[in-house]
Each structure stands twice: as structure tokens, then as C-alpha cells.
């Protein structure tokens, strides 16, 4: 992986040297991207800087460098990621009378676009990519990204100018993008724990969606093209599931699972894998020792505290495929240490709490390995996450019952006093690995009210249900993916909820979290299980192949067993989720404390003490909601941002040089 950054300028009043030095400090903010180097290129004439950091993984040799120029000097890319079957495309190209400079995936996707064009090659591409070419022909930049979202890609337009990069950061230290915070995206951040696409923390700058390029003409005219929907795909795959049975399923998806994992193990540089011990990473991992010559490089993180500690599963499951393994566990002080560094590594705010553990992994990895293969992916395309059967269960039931009826129940359980609470626990004791009892019933009462499907769905995953109304003077939110209703285009309530998360939380959580934590250190994440092949097949799979008896991933189990004994990993799973609300009762108490006085509230500008700082104080005295812990790390996560915001502002020159 790589970090791009670039602009296309059409005020004509840069010289060639200004655009050189613009664009090397845009791409100065991207070094840990691409610790191996960085290089420039600049067309005065059109307008156009592209900049490029290089983390080298094919092809070490100055002809892997870029930006880079198409053998007949039409085209020049600046690229981030890997393409995956470039071999095949190489060899066809060759059959066509391209020649090759050297062996890099970069060079075959330029010869692509002299051949075929940039959108026919694109849609024969198998990989994760953001990219950006400028056509000299036709004086057109064209910017794409990956069919599901795995690379990240940021652009924006301010008068004559387009800026693009792969983290904000590159974009604002243009001189002439503002840095204008965007209140409607701070609400959605505070409903998700992240800013949804298309938007961005920051007024006029957006991130390209999924499976979209972006055409910039020399005269402004922008056209977005999309070149492959996952909606439809899944509209396809479901309308023709019944022309395949269970043995093709099985048959087919496991050589394709196969073929994916190989592919994606081709580096000339070390690879190893993370490992949580979990269905997806230990598939992925059995799959790739098969194929390794010497045994795999294997990665875990542990926690102190044992409930959420899954670290002795991954090593469980290590010594039975044989891997070289390695943990790390999470102390108070590498917490302490990680934590303010999150605002730098993510660029606007995030609350995925999970962003520390892959952070400090990504760390430890990046100390043995430059490349590390990862099980993410597996829930969404296959329906693995446990409140899919929960809430099917829980709509199947609200669907017959009034409305009124939903409304007084959830009213009624709402103002129940925190005696009767505590006698639900002691009725119903709490199981381990499962949320007490009376937590279940005030998240059931908060769910009730939905009126569709899809708005439990939306009920499920917010945080906070008016986020605009904790902002000084109130935010109309911005509204993206998240808010799409599916109706009757994709029947069946898991694979709706299936759809909503491959188009907002895998892309803007799951994907976020895992490219910013590895590439803050350097360290390439690749992620078998999203080949945008894959997830065609799942969604055309017979249904008993995804879910049975209860069972999420029922077919990639299948297929671990194979390779794994069942009791290795058959258990409740905790996630990759640390125990955020300890910690900011202990370690992080002091941290977040002085970012929720009063006085910073009010200095952020943004957030109404009158709103937040209730909800702190009941957390630290136990009481609140259940899941304020969850809701206040948004808060926390978001002050923290602010804080790194204003001193930007104040010492851009400073923060430039971060990373």
C-alpha cells in the first residue's frame, strides 16, 4: 500500500516549481503510508500535481516508483493498493503487444488503460485500489476506488481547484483548502461513531464511494460513474440462489476462498497474518499455512481483563496450524500512550473504541512483517454477527404487535426505578459472555419503537438517537447510506441488514479502522474475504449455506473445520472490542475527565456542556444507560479531535510534519 495525494488546478496562475513544492508538502503528510520513498509529477500546462509515498511490497526496483507514466506517455498514475490478478492481465496485454519496463501491478493497469480505457479496466480489475490518472489526451483526471471500500480515497473542490488523497490530511495542508468543520457530519458521527460517506468532517470535502471513479475534465465538468453496486449485486445474487445447490455452494465457494487467499499472499517482502482465534482469521490463516513453504507469521492482542480477552483462543488455534506465533497484551501504559494519538492516526473523529487494540497490533506486526492478511469481511458477506438472528427474532415479533402497544411498553420500561432493574439480574443471573438482564430489556424497550425494518436496523446502531441536539444551537445531520430504505428490493430482514452493513459500518468502520491503524505504521492490510468476487458468490449462495439452525457463516465453518477442530472455535464470540468502559472509570478516568469539563466543552465550540456533561457524571457514578460507555467515547473521541483541530489551525506548520 501507498499514500496518493494531488491537485488539478485550472486557474492557470502556478508555476511549475509552486505545484512541485504543493504537492510534496501534501504528500509529506503521508510518509508513514509510504515510509520507502515519495516522488512527484507536474503538467503546468494541464494543471495537474500528483504525488505519491511509496510502501513497496512487488516490485522493489526504481521501476515499482511512482507516479508513473504508461508506456506510450498518454497516462500517469498515482496508486494506492495491490491488483490482484495483474499476472492474467499482464499476459493478455502481452498477447496485445505491450511491452513491460519492469514486474509491477502499477504498470499493468497503465497499459490497461492504453488498451482498453480507464473504466473498461477497471471492471476486469481484482484487488483494493484508490488511484488517480491523468489522461494528457484528453486533459481528464479521473480518481477511483475499490469495488467495496477498502482503500480509502478523499477529494474536494474549491472554485478552480480539485484536491484528492488518501487521508484528510493531505488534502487541508493544500494553502488554499479551508479547514472548515462540517456540524452536519459531526451529528452523524455522534449517531455511528464515524462519518459516514459521502461526507467528511470538513465542509467541501468528501470521500469517493465504493465502486465509483470520479471524471475531472480540464474545464471543471465532474461525472461520477459507478462501475459496480453492491445493492445490485445482491439483488442478482438473491434472485438466482435457487439454480445453485449446497454442493456447488460449498464446492465453489471454498475454491474461490482459495484462490483469493493465494493471490493475496504474493509479496516480495515478508507477510504474516493477525489472528484473533475468531471463525474469519482462523479460515484465513488455515488456508494460507497450507500454501506457505514455511510456517506463518501469526499475530494476536490479549487484554488483562479476561472477558474480553480472546487472546489465548488465537493461540490455541496457532499451535494446532503450526504458525509462528506472537501476542501482545494491552497494558494501562501502552493504552495511556495510544489514546492521544488517535485524532493524528484518523484524521477526523472516530469511536470505534476497537481502533486502540489494532493499532498497538498493527505495531507489533509491522516489527516482524511488512505485509499481514486479515479475517474482516466475514460477518457482513455471510451473515455472521449474532443480533442479525436477534433482531429477525425481535421484528418478527414488534411486526405483529401495535404500534401503542410497542410505544407504553417502551415507556413503561424506561421509567422503571433501578430497584426493579437490579431484580431482573437477580431473576435472570447473568451468563457469562452475555450482557446482563436488565441491560437487554432497556435495549429491547429502545428498540421497540421502530416502525420498518430498516429503521430497527437504524435503532440498533445508533448511539445517539438526536445527535444534532447536543450541538450549541443544533445541526441538521447529514444523511447517507445509513438512511436508505431497501423495502421489498431486498427481501428477507438479515439480508437487508446484511446490505446496510457491506454499504455504512464495513466501509466506514470496519475498513477505516483497520487501513489507518496499519499504514499509521507502515504496515500493508490485506483483506481476502472482501475480493468483490467473494461477495457476488455470498449473495448467491443457498441461504442454508449462510445461516442454519440459528448459525451465522454456516459455510465458511464448514470449511474451517476442515482444517481446525470444531471445539477450537466454537464458542461466543466477544469481538476485537476492549473494555472501554473500565478504562475511562480507571487508566483513562484523568484523560477524558479533563476533556469533558464544562470549560472545554464550551472551548470546543461544538458540543452543549448542558447536553454531555450529565450523562458523564451518572456514567462515573454507575449509573445511566448501559451503553453510555459506548456514547461517551464518541464524546471523548470527538473532544479530542477538537482539540487536535484547533491547534492545527493555530500551528499548521506543525502538524504537517506529524506522520
Not at 459507478?226 to 442478482?236: C, G, I, P
Not at 489494532?358 to 507489533?364: A, D, G, N, P, Q
Not at 473500565?582 to 458540543?607: F, S
Request: neutral net charge; aromatic residues 8%; proline residues 7%.
Amino acid at each position: 500500500m501507498c499514500g496518493i495525494a494531488g491537485f488539478l488546478d485550472r486557474s492557470g496562475l502556478s508555476r511549475p516549481a509552486e505545484m512541485e513544492a504543493v504537492v510534496g508538502a501534501m504528500t509529506r503528510t503521508l510518509a508513514h503510508r509510504g515510509p520507502d520513498g515519495g516522488d512527484r509529477w507536474v503538467d503546468a500546462a494541464g494543471g495537474v500535481a500528483l504525488g505519491h509515498r511509496r510502501l513497496a511490497i512487488i516490485d522493489l526496483t526504481p521501476a515499482g516508483r511512482q507516479p508513473m507514466p504508461s508506456g506510450d506517455g498518454r497516462y500517469v498514475i498515482t496508486f494506492n493498493g495491490e491488483i490482484y490478478n495483474f499476472t492474467e492481465l499482464r499476459q493478455e496485454l502481452e498477447g496485445l503487444g505491450h511491452r513491460f519496463r519492469g514486474s509491477s501491478d502499477t504498470e499493468v493497469m497503465l497499459e490497461g488503460f492504453s488498451a482498453w480505457g480507464v473504466e473498461a479496466t477497471v471492471r476486469r480489475l481484482v484487488g483494493i485500489f484508490a488511484f488517480a490518472v491523468w489522461d494528457r489526451a484528453a486533459r481528464r483526471l479521473t480518481l477511483a476506488r475499490d469495488h467495496l471500500g477498502v482503500k480509502p480515497l478523499y477529494h474536494g473542490t474549491f472554485g478552480p481547484l480539485l484536491v484528492f488523497g488518501s487521508e484528510l490530511k493531505a488534502l487541508v495542508a493544500h494553502p488554499a483548502v479551508p479547514r472548515r468543520v462540517d456540524r452536519g457530519s459531526v451529528a452523524a458521527f455522534l449517531r455511528l461513531g464515524y462519518v459516514p460517506t459521502p461526507f467528511s468532517v470538513y465542509e467541501g470535502i468528501a470521500k469517493l464511494p465504493p465502486g465509483h471513479l470520479l471524471e475531472v475534465d480540464s474545464d471543471g465538468r465532474q461525472r461520477l460513474l459507478r462501475y459496480w453496486d453492491v445493492a445490485a449485486v445482491a439483488r442478482a445474487g438473491l434472485a438466482a440462489r435457487d439454480t445453485m445447490d449446497e454442493a456447488e455452494g460449498m464446492e465453489r465457494l471454498e475454491a474461490l476462498l482459495t484462490d483469493a487467499v493465494r493471490r493475496q499472499m504474493v509479496s516480495d517482502v515478508p507477510l504474516g497474518a493477525f489472528l484473533s482465534g475468531g471463525v474469519d482469521s482462523s479460515l484465513v490463516t488455515a488456508v494460507m499455512q497450507e500454501h506457505s513453504g514455511r510456517p506463518v507469521r501469526t499475530f494476536s492482542i490479549g487484554f488483562t481483563e479476561k472477558a474480553q480477552d480472546e487472546a489465548p483462543f488465537a493461540a490455541d488455534v496457532a499451535r494446532h496450524l503450526g504458525t509462528e506465533h506472537e501476542a501482545l497484551y494491552v497494558s494501562p501504559a501502552d493504552l495511556a500512550a495510544a489514546v492521544p494519538r488517535m485524532p493524528f492516526v484518523f484524521d477526523e473523529p472516530f469511536a470505534d473504541a476497537s481502533q486502540i487494540a489494532t493499532l498497538l497490533l498493527s505495531e507489533m506486526t509491522r516489527d516482524h512483517v511488512t505485509v499481514a492478511l486479515s479475517g474482516d469481511g466475514g460477518d457482513e458477506l455471510f451473515a455472521g454477527y449474532g443480533h442479525y438472528r436477534l433482531l429477525d427474532r425481535l421484528w418478527g415479533t414488534v411486526a405483529r404487535v401495535p404500534a401503542g402497544v410497542q410505544r407504553a411498553f417502551a415507556g413503561g420500561v424506561e421509567r422503571l426505578p433501578a430497584g426493579v432493574m437490579g431484580l431482573a439480574d437477580r431473576l435472570m443471573p447473568e451468563r457469562p459472555g452475555r450482557i446482563p438482564p436488565h441491560h437487554r430489556l432497556l435495549r429491547t424497550a429502545q428498540l421497540l419503537p421502530a416502525g420498518t425494518a430498516d429503521d430497527l436496523y437504524r435503532r440498533r446502531y445508533s448511539h445517539w438517537m438526536e445527535p444534532g441536539s447536543l450541538l450549541t444551537g443544533g445541526a441538521a445531520e447529514q444523511r447517507g447510506a445509513f438512511w436508505d430504505d431497501h423495502g421489498d428490493a431486498v427481501p428477507g430482514f438479515v439480508e437487508r441488514m446484511q446490505l446496510l452493513d457491506q454499504t455504512t459500518y464495513l466501509v466506514d468502520d470496519v475498513l477505516p479502522k483497520v487501513d489507518r491503524a496499519s499504514m499509521a505504521v507502515g504496515l500493508e492490510a490485506r483483506v481476502p474475504l472482501l475480493d468483490h468476487r467473494l461477495a457476488e458468490l455470498a449473495w448467491s449462495l443457498p441461504p442454508s449455506l449462510t445461516r442454519r439452525g440459528g448459525t451465522g457463516k454456516w459455510a465458511l465453518r464448514e470449511i474451517l473445520y476442515r482444517r481446525v477442530p470444531r471445539a477450537l472455535v466454537d464458542r461466543p464470540k466477544n469481538g476485537f472490542n476492549p473494555p472501554v468502559d473500565a478504562w475511562m472509570r480507571g487508566p483513562l478516568r484523568d484523560w477524558a475527565e479533563a476533556l469533558m469539563a464544562p470549560e472545554r466543552l464550551r472551548a470546543g465550540g461544538v458540543l452543549d456542556p448542558a447536553r454531555v456533561r450529565p450523562v458523564w457524571d451518572a456514567f462515573q457514578r454507575g449509573a445511566g444507560r448501559p451503553w453510555d460507555h459506548k456514547r461517551l467515547w464518541d464524546i471523548v473521541m470527538l473532544q479530542a479531535w477538537l482539540d487536535t483541530e484547533r491547534t492545527a489551525v493555530a500551528e499548521p506548520a506543525r502538524l504537517a510534519r506529524v506522520g
